[in-house]
């Protein structure tokens, strides 16, 4: 069927155009019974291309505002800003500084000025927005600013004021689209085109019943058709807004971002929603700035304003160019902010109004089932046309034998607007527009499990895409390790120690003496992007990044003091760690008044910088290359013990210094440390579940090539034939030679952002591979955008990073990744169980009606019978098998293919073979059912389609329970624990007897005896032998190792 799809629904899950959205909705045409709800999770093109005018509009204003600014800067500083002169009356001429002072207190509620607030909230929003660098200056600056806002600099807000200036400056929350009601769903349901019209023909009916037949017997038929509409309706649009739910707590996860900010004095981490004006933050590298402020103090601040000006060229940020707006991206640097605004009066706030328009862009797979559905519903139309047609043949040519042709009654017109009712039914069965719609209960399903399983899925298609992955290239720390890193081995003054930082604090008492140890110290203390902070009790804790929180931890533990040595030194100048120069620099003012340098880093990048080296009593001597050498094999020790390793170093300045640069060579090497990192817990298995799914782990790690091969060992990751090579030779190959290297290739040591990126390109581009990728620092975000699935780590992970993600694995732990893999199987293996349920139950209903009416002049299901398979089918069918959980033996299988069949030969297999069962049985008992059943008198016919229809419904419930394996003969595997797929099929058994015994007054059935019941049951019961006899047929093998993406059938144990 999938070789009839035309080209147009083929669409690739990343970098889609407007163009190939639009020509896949003008492919499907008019073969909708609800566009409302069909496309409901589609992109709205209208208005994402409003939304794009609007933010296009924004832009422009802000860049507009930046050119106003760079002009007062120049027209500042040249000086051309005077005041006026002091008249000779001795009266002073108006102070400007008091004239803005005056000018933002106005509009100021009672209750910011009894809070102690001088300042209005738009006021200040339009201050920082328009880059008012004027106004700022006339209000002293950030520490003017600061006092009218109430807040200490150094101590930031008390927490007991949060809620005061909240409600005078309002909560950092931005305007969300309202969650539709109920209501909304349900109007929504009921825009079914077929379903209007069975309504019409409902309400015909109830009126010319009442005149032929009267009150009450001659309404039935057309109550029963609005009860089955109603019912549809309802479980419909009940099962919609479940999925918005999910939906919607999915995308407040997808939002929530912490920050650190100084509150009562304290360095502590708070999620941005609790952000208000006044608080100081604290950014650094990677951070998104989580509101418009000022800035306070900082080093090197680069903020990539692209995502709101739309402009890629980096802005240094400065006491001169003190303005930062939210929404945007620290490149480089750290600083301290001042918040000025928050929430919807940021220009951030008024961009995600509008990004929020227009909605997501629909997944590969629910294009494809879109294109299924499509020649599915011209099929059903056909047929449906046919059917009516042969109805209406017969009907005319009896009228005819009867000499009636001519003859009408009111009966006539009821049976001819049956037959209309019928064959739109077999419409609203045939045409499944719960096939793409099904993607979406499966994905939100497998979204909702996967954020219990700590993993955050931020674009759907993700979900989708991973179960097709082929490699999965992730970093080593906090990935593959558990990130609790321990300073274990120290190599300094030329001897190597282990470490206990629980231990003795004297251990190196017998090595160094007490300058080496000052200048270690320092090194530790002031070079760092840490903190060591005390809380309200006085317990010390560091806020920072892992391996850093190691060195400072050593630090404390040698008995050094972070406040101390901090208030002794003056820092001139900081240059941060980033994975491009795998070093952290910091210029320091001594308080003798000389100024020193610390640099710490990768090894053979700090020791390639330095030429001499520290003896136990504290004095500098220049190394040999014997010496050199003798270095680099404790660095290769610690590495081969799969320790992280450092150099620290140090170089004092000469008096002739001149600025705050950053010497980069003439170091003295202080010390070498080793930082274990132990490999987080269920990773090995983890790993071997990957190679036995058919997925390649990569380790693309900065570490050394020694340390990454340790612990690559040790995870399953690399064996003896598999090749690992560092970065700078990765960079030095040709294309040619990258694609050849790539295959074998597990480890890469040593690599930067650009040797990740450069091969998830080439596996992806040449190798054909569907790669994901692994990320936490803001240098990956290219790798990670540029990846089939893109997975940021939750913890250690940038802003910048986990935006240009796909993924955000919460707990940086590779077993989750494992478990999104698992579950992107899982979806696209539940989808082809729901797609072989519902084309069963299509040829089977549309046929068994077809061939009735052509042969008999009746068709065995009614309108109300047809609804009620149509629910079966497609939203209750939907929701038993496409919330199935994954099963383990996923795992076992190779990955599918980008290009496979959603219908694979399997599954056209067992369609075909269970709609022969159900129609021979169906057939068999429409033409022969009374002489088989010993049915007679003037019931007997109505208790024969009684007993068509219960058959057909049994079957299709066995049949349902036959679909949770496309391939394996145990159907029942895990059955008791999916209490969704219990329910439902309980639900279904519970209503049909209903139907059967108690409705039939609406659903045109008569009460059955027990043994027709059981007869019913038995037949529909058959079908799973039936299954089981279709399994064993072997199909057509596309390879001599899998079929259509999967493996062949298995054999013996584990057939079951």
Request: glycine letters at 8%.
């Amino acid at each position: 069927m999938e070789n009839f799809i035309p080209p147009e629904f083929d669409l690739h899950h990343k970098e889609r155009s407007e163009e190939a959205l639009k020509r896949w909705r003008d492919a499907v045409g008019k073969i909708v019974k609800n566009r409302r709800r069909r496309f409901r999770y589609a992109a709205d093109l209208e208005k994402r291309s409003e939304a794009k005018e609007q933010m296009r509009r924004l832009r422009d204003n802000i860049r507009i505002c930046i050119v106003a600014y760079t002009a007062a800067i120049k027209f500042l500083e040249g000086g051309q800003c005077k005041t006026s002169p002091i008249r000779d009356t001795g009266v002073s001429s108006e102070n400007p500084e008091d004239d803005a002072e005056m000018e933002f207190q106005n509009g100021l509620k009672e209750q910011a000025k009894l809070a102690g607030f001088y300042i209005n909230p738009d006021k200040l929003a339009s201050l920082v927005a328009s880059y008012d660098i004027r106004t700022l200056r006339k209000l002293k600056g950030v520490e003017g600013l600061a006092d009218k806002l109430n807040v200490s600099l150094d101590g930031g807000i008390s927490s007991s004021e949060v809620l005061t200036r909240q409600d005078v400056f309002g909560p950092n929350l931005y305007t969300e689209k309202p969650l539709k009601s109920l209501w909304m769903f349900l109007w929504d349901a009921l825009h079914d085109l077929t379903l209007i019209i069975l309504m019409v023909c409902a309400v015909v009916s109830i009126v010319v019943g009442l005149a032929t037949e009267g009150w009450p017997k001659g309404m039935y038929d057309g109550v029963g058709i609005l009860l089955s509409i109603l019912l549809v309706v309802m479980v419909t649009a009940i099962s919609d807004y479940k999925q918005a739910l999910q939906f919607k707590a999915l995308d407040k996860e997808k939002r929530k971002i912490f920050i650190q900010v100084t509150r009562d004095g304290i360095r502590q981490k708070i999620s941005t929603y609790d952000l208000v004006v006044g608080d100081v933050v604290h950014l650094c590298i990677g951070d998104q700035v989580p509101a418009d402020g000022i800035f306070i103090s900082g080093y090197n601040l680069t903020i990539d304003q692209s995502s709101l000006t739309g402009e890629s060229l980096p802005i240094y940020i400065s006491e001169k160019r003190p303005f930062l707006l939210a929404g945007t991206m620290v490149k480089d640097g750290e600083a301290k902010m001042l918040v000025t605004t928050v929430g919807m009066r940021t220009e951030w706030g008024k961009l995600v109004e509008t990004l929020n328009e227009g909605g997501e862009d629909e997944t590969p797979l629910q294009v494809k089932l879109n294109g299924v559905a499509t020649i599915i519903g011209k099929i059903g139309i056909l047929f449906s046309v046919l059917t009516f047609v042969a109805l209406t043949t017969r009907f005319l040519v009896e009228k005819g034998l009867r000499h009636e042709f001519f003859i009408w009654s009111s009966g006539d017109a009821l049976t001819l607007l049956d037959f209309f009712a019928t064959a739109v039914t077999i419409i609203v069965v045939a045409v499944p527009e719960g096939l793409p719609l099904a993607v979406t209960l499966s994905l939100a399903f497998a979204m909702k499990k996967l954020m219990n399983n700590k993993a955050l899925v931020r674009h759907i298609s993700a979900c989708e895409t991973m179960g097709s992955a082929t490699c999965i290239c992730t970093d080593k720390t906090g990935t593959l390790t558990a990130n609790h890193m321990v300073l274990s081995n120290v190599w300094i003054c030329g001897k190597a120690k282990e470490v206990d930082v629980h231990g003795d604090s004297h251990e190196l008492d017998s090595i160094i003496s007490e300058p080496v140890l000052t200048i270690l110290l320092q090194a530790i203390f002031h070079n760092t992007g840490s903190e060591v902070v005390r809380n309200k009790d006085g317990k010390i804790s560091i806020l920072g990044s892992p391996t850093e929180s190691a060195v400072l931890q050593y630090g404390l533990h040698l008995g050094g003091d972070s406040d101390e040595l901090r208030r002794a030194c003056k820092v001139l100048k900081v240059e941060p760690f980033n994975s491009e120069k795998k070093k952290m620099s910091v210029l320091v003012a001594l308080p003798n008044g000389k100024v020193r340098a610390f640099c710490k880093g990768a090894p053979e990048i700090v020791l390639a910088m330095c030429d001499k080296g520290i003896n136990a009593n504290g004095e500098p001597f220049l190394m040999s290359e014997e010496e050199v050498s003798n270095v680099l094999g404790v660095i290769n020790g610690f590495a081969s013990e799969a320790l992280r390793t450092l150099c620290l170093a140090f170089k004092d300045i000469d008096d002739d210094f001149h600025g705050n640069s950053i010497a980069d060579h003439g170091y003295t090497l202080i010390a070498i440390v080793g930082i274990k990192d132990p490999i987080r817990p269920g990773v090995k298995e983890a790993v071997k579940a990957c190679l036995d799914a058919g997925i390649t782990v990569r380790m693309i790690t900065g570490d050394n090539i020694n340390t990454a091969k340790a612990i690559a060992k040790e995870c399953g990751i690399l064996s003896d034939d598999d090749r690992a090579i560092e970065g700078p030779d990765f960079r030095r190959m040709t294309e040619y030679d990258r694609s050849l290297t790539i295959p074998n290739l597990k480890v890469m040591g040593r690599s930067s952002p650009k040797d990740k990126y450069d091969l998830v390109k080439i596996s992806r581009s040449m190798l054909k591979e569907v790669a994901a990728v692994t990320g936490d620092g803001t240098n990956d975000a290219p790798a990670l955008h540029e990846a089939d699935i893109g997975l940021a780590m939750g913890i250690s992970g940038t802003e910048v990073a986990k935006e240009s993600a796909d993924v955000i694995v919460l707990d940086d732990n590779f077993s989750t990744i494992v478990t999104v893999a698992k579950w992107g199987r899982s979806v696209y293996i539940n989808i082809q169980k729901f797609v072989q349920f519902q084309l069963t139950v299509n040829i089977v209903a549309l046929m068994i009606n077809f061939i009735s009416a052509c042969a008999s002049g009746s068709a065995p299901l009614t309108a109300v019978q047809l609804l009620w398979v149509n629910l079966i089918m497609d939203t209750l069918g939907a929701l038993a098998l496409a919330t199935e959980p994954p099963q383990d033996e996923l795992m076992k299988r190779p990955p599918v293919g980008r290009s496979e069949s959603v219908i694979t030969v399997t599954m056209w297999r067992n369609i075909i073979g269970q709609s022969i069962y159900q129609l021979s049985i169906l057939l068999v008992l429409n033409f022969c059912g009374k002489q088989i059943l010993g049915l007679t008198g003037s019931g007997a016919t109505a208790v024969l389609n009684t007993f068509i229809f219960n058959t057909f419904v049994f079957c299709q419930v066995f049949n349902e329970i036959n679909s949770r394996e496309i391939e394996k003969i145990n159907v029942f595997r895990g059955i008791l624990r999916n209490w969704v797929f219990n329910g439902v099929v309980a639900s279904t058994v519970v209503f049909q007897v209903m139907i059967v015994e108690f409705l039939g007054t609406f659903a045109s059935t008569v009460p059955l005896n027990w043994k027709l019941w059981l007869l019913s049951v038995a037949l529909g019961l058959v079908s799973m032998p039936v299954a089981v006899a279709l399994k064993c047929i072997p199909v057509k093998k596309k390879t001599d190792a899998q079929d259509d993406g999967y493996q062949l059938l298995p054999s013996g144990s584990v057939l079951v």
